[in-house]
């Protein structure tokens, strides 16, 4: 294009705008206000501290464990049973659709005629559809003392154990009445024990027999997950999913599953929060009964089955005690009927001469001999129980049977259920040398044995000292309240405190939603109503909605309309608690993280970003982290932003959220991302599949394997800003396979003006751009100017390099705009192939209509 040394009074004068590196976007002000480098959208990019912006890397599945034929999460599900042809359904029973045929099985009360509905017959049908019904008929048969439940090969999908129905006994030929649930054992594929009673009599050979049976191809749900890794194996971290009817476990490192197990009969409906504490794995359901986990995870290097005895060979130790309750998982072999694979409780550690205790251990299983087969990763993991729960019981006196203090450590002799950290109190000082009322801490502890330290003389052994475990005062000591979530902080675990446990299994809401209690010291079973219970904002419109542990003993406590801060958590005796402030509170417990010295988290202002420094400066007047992206923030679904979630990784917050709805079931389609490193909103990430959405995000791994990993509730575990190929390999129905999704990135610059309100002739723009170094590239170029407005095409980036941009390559394309007028212009690139990088971008305009004379 032609240049000018001098310009006359009247020529048009040709000038430049330019953005040579991209540092974030901001969609509140006018695309005209920004500053260079400033874009106004950003879709699917990310900004390097060098300034490019390039189509992020794709989203990864890592595990599908819903998906048919994976054995790992199941449903109780009524699959037993036969398939019954339409014509022949019996009024009054409850069947399962399996094919439909040409039958209307709306007009025999199912609600739609679809595979998998479940309807109560209202007549016989006509027509080739099918139906299971949801019940066998079985022969019951006393012998010694045992009931034999027998079918010709109608217990191939069995587990080894669990709990029937029976119904139709004939009580006239076998008693004790066996009508009912039942447990049993199973014997082979045809046939099942009950032995919870001495049954005696003859066969009844028309017993209804139902069972719902755990079935890789159910639909199921993830209501929860989190990250765990083996304190003890360093390299160990897993993502443990919780389903309906058990837990899985995700071995990120080597990509494999495992089946963890619940307590008998227990399944989970509802969402469920999950944590990693004192080296356990915690389920809190909210006014159900918590689940913990000592969390042992093994792999299986050896396993046979002899004398009805399987006894397993693990690569290391197993860390697991005899009366644990166990899931194995992934033995295969020709063999495996009956199967290894399942839950079941160790009867005995080491090898049956008592040898490797450490490496073996050993369970009941009727069948015949045979050595299983490991070669798909097989894993045994200890499975969930429930916390303790109804009416506390006080400690009872520790009455020793020996007494000693060597150099400052006392040692009492004394069976008890002490841990390390737990406090006690000398109510009996005998020939201690100590002196009555004086509390002590818990140093070490055995089930024979504890020892505490004490500034006091030697002392040879005594026998006629007590000690009494730390007693609650005024309202009592409770057991773990079925909180909703809780979080560790200071060698305690905090929660809200919302139900009382009057008995066993039985919660009742307090109806008090500003509340939280802390455990004792060391304790997640103790927690003291008198010393460790906070009430927030008593009496007003607010409630519990987080908890974070910040640094210097202070845990920060989010209601939502309000924060408050309790210090000193170490004595809770004498702890404290302020307000910080009633200005502004929190909407989404999952979206605070704190970095540095900066607490990040969702209000109903948006993102705040804020300090807490010695003078708590958080105000909720203060501008909100999110303010340069406000007209995306207003998009937040507000029925459903309590379902945000957030992690911070690579200098970045990844923040998932409800985007464009109103709908209370809406899930998390977008993932907001602010860059420390650039100080600004980096992009908006989607996934082109509207079933694809994110119910949590972990930071986990180690080395390649580090990143965020995204979970939804459909069963995808998959990790973001993995693939190089410019596609998102994604699950977005249970039991589909993943499938490729092209990422749909875009950048809409800054509005060009030339830093003046003339109207202008656009004429030509320049692009630098690279390829990555594995994927060829393109995009199409679009621009829009203001003033007067108008849009077009300015061709794709293949139309001005003869092609696609190779691997690794970089140009810089010039090309034409046509004189379009207006007052300002900017650009959109929208990537069609690969993951282009825009490394600079400059338009040039000549200024127009600089005359004084009307403009026309």
């Not at 609600?111 to 019940?135: D, Q, R």
């Not at 009416?391 to 007494?403: D, I, N, R, S, V």
């Not at 109903?604 to 406000?630: C, H, K």
């Amino acid at each position: 294009m032609s240049r000018y040394a001098t310009y006359g009074t009247l020529d048009d004068r040709v000038g430049q705008n330019a953005d040579v590196g991209f540092a974030g976007f901001n969609n509140r002000l006018r695309p005209d206000q920004l500053k260079a480098g400033v874009l106004t959208d950003a879709q699917n990019l990310r900004m390097d501290r060098n300034g490019s912006a390039q189509v992020r890397k794709g989203v990864d599945i890592v595990q599908a464990p819903l998906a048919v034929g994976v054995s790992a999460l199941t449903l109780p599900f009524t699959l037993i049973g036969a398939d019954i042809n339409a014509g022949s359904f019996v009024a009054s029973k409850e069947y399962t659709i399996k094919t439909v045929g040409n039958t209307d099985f709306t007009a025999i009360g199912a609600a739609s005629n679809t595979v998998g509905v479940v309807f109560t017959a209202t007549g016989a049908g006509s027509g080739t559809g099918v139906a299971t019904v949801a019940e066998i008929i079985v022969t019951a048969t006393p012998d010694s003392g045992t009931l034999d439940i027998t079918s010709t090969d109608a217990f191939t999908n069995f587990p080894s154990s669990g709990t029937i129905n029976l119904s139709d006994v004939d009580t006239s030929v076998i008693s004790p009445d066996p009508n009912g649930d039942r447990a049993f054992t199973k014997v082979s594929a045809s046939e099942i024990q009950v032995s919870d009673q001495s049954y005696s009599g003859s066969a009844d050979t028309s017993v209804t027999l139902k069972f719902g049976i755990l079935a890789d191809g159910s639909v199921n749900n993830i209501y929860g997950s989190m990250d765990f890794s083996d304190p003890s194996a360093a390299s160990s971290q897993y993502i443990v999913v919780a389903s309906n009817g058990k837990a899985v476990g995700i071995d990120i490192a080597n990509n494999f599953t495992f089946d963890i197990g619940y307590p008998s009969l227990l399944t989970i409906s509802e969402n469920v929060e999950m944590i990693q504490a004192f080296n356990k794995a915690f389920i809190f359901r909210g006014g159900s009964i918590t689940l913990e986990n000592n969390l042992r995870i093994s792999t299986i290097s050896a396993a046979a089955l002899e004398s009805n005895v399987v006894t397993v060979t693990t690569s290391a130790s197993h860390n697991l005690l005899s009366g644990d309750k166990i899931t194995i998982s992934n033995l295969t072999g020709s063999d495996l009927d009956p199967t290894p694979n399942g839950s079941f409780t160790i009867s005995g550690l080491g090898a049956a001469d008592g040898s490797d205790t450490a490496t073996k251990f050993r369970f009941a299983l009727t069948g015949g001999d045979t050595t299983f087969t490991v070669t798909s990763n097989p894993v045994v993991a200890s499975d969930f129980t429930k916390v303790a729960s109804g009416a506390y019981t006080q400690p009872e006196k520790l009455a020793a049977t020996g007494f000693t203090i060597t150099n400052g450590q006392a040692t009492v002799t004394v069976s008890n259920t002490l841990t390390a950290g737990d406090k006690v109190i000398l109510t009996v000082a005998g020939g201690s040398t100590l002196t009555q009322g004086d509390t002590f801490i818990v140093s070490e502890a055995t089930s024979s044995a504890f020892k505490f330290f004490t500034n006091t003389t030697d002392v040879t052994n005594q026998t006629n000292v007590v000690f009494t475990r730390k007693v609650s005062v005024s309202l009592g000591f409770v057991h773990m309240p079925a909180p909703p979530f809780a979080v560790y902080h200071q060698r305690r675990l905090f929660m809200p405190f919302q139900f009382t446990t009057p008995s066993a299994d039985t919660f009742e809401s307090r109806n008090i939603l500003d509340e939280v209690i802390g455990s004792e010291f060391l304790d997640t079973d103790t927690y003291d109503q008198f010393s460790s219970q906070f009430r927030f904002n008593a009496g007003t419109s607010d409630f519990v909605i987080g908890l974070h542990s910040f640094a210097e003993d202070r845990l920060l406590v989010f209601n939502r309309n309000s924060i408050h801060v309790i210090e000193g958590t170490t004595d809770l005796e004498t702890c404290s608690t302020n307000v910080l402030t009633d200005e502004v509170g929190c909407v989404a417990r999952k979206t605070i993280k704190q970095v540095g010295n900066q607490v990040i988290f969702l209000s109903d202002n948006g993102v705040y970003g804020t300090q807490f420094l010695d003078e708590y400066n958080l105000r909720g007047t203060e501008t909100p982290l999110s303010e340069p992206i406000d007209a995306t923030i207003k998009r937040i679904n507000k029925n459903a932003q309590s379902k945000a979630v957030s992690v911070y990784f690579d200098n970045r917050y990844f923040i998932a959220v409800p985007l464009d709805s109103s709908d209370s079931s809406a899930e998390n389609n977008a993932v907001l991302i602010y860059n420390f490193l650039n100080k600004q909103w980096e992009s908006i990430d989607t996934v082109g599949d509207d079933n694809y959405h994110i119910s949590n995000l972990l930071v986990l791994g180690d080395g390649d394997k580090r990143g965020v990993y995204a979970i939804n509730n459909i069963g995808g575990v998959h990790r973001l800003d993995v693939r190089d190929d410019g596609v998102d390999q994604v699950v977005t129905q249970i039991g589909q396979s993943d499938s490729p999704v092209k990422i749909n990135a875009s950048l809409t610059t800054r509005q060009y003006t030339l830093e003046n309100l003339d109207r202008k002739r656009w004429k030509e723009f320049d692009i630098h751009t690279q390829s990555s170094s594995t994927n060829s590239s393109d995009f199409s170029i679009n621009f829009e100017t203001e003033n007067p407005d108008s849009t077009g095409n300015l061709g794709n980036l293949s139309d001005f390099n003869d092609g696609v941009l190779l691997e690794g390559e970089d140009v810089s394309i010039r090309g034409r705009i046509g004189n379009q007028r207006g007052y300002g212009i900017q650009f959109t690139l929208n990537n069609t192939t690969g993951r282009p990088i825009i490394r600079a971008i400059e338009v040039q305009g000549a200024t127009t209509m600089r005359s004084t004379d009307k403009a026309i």
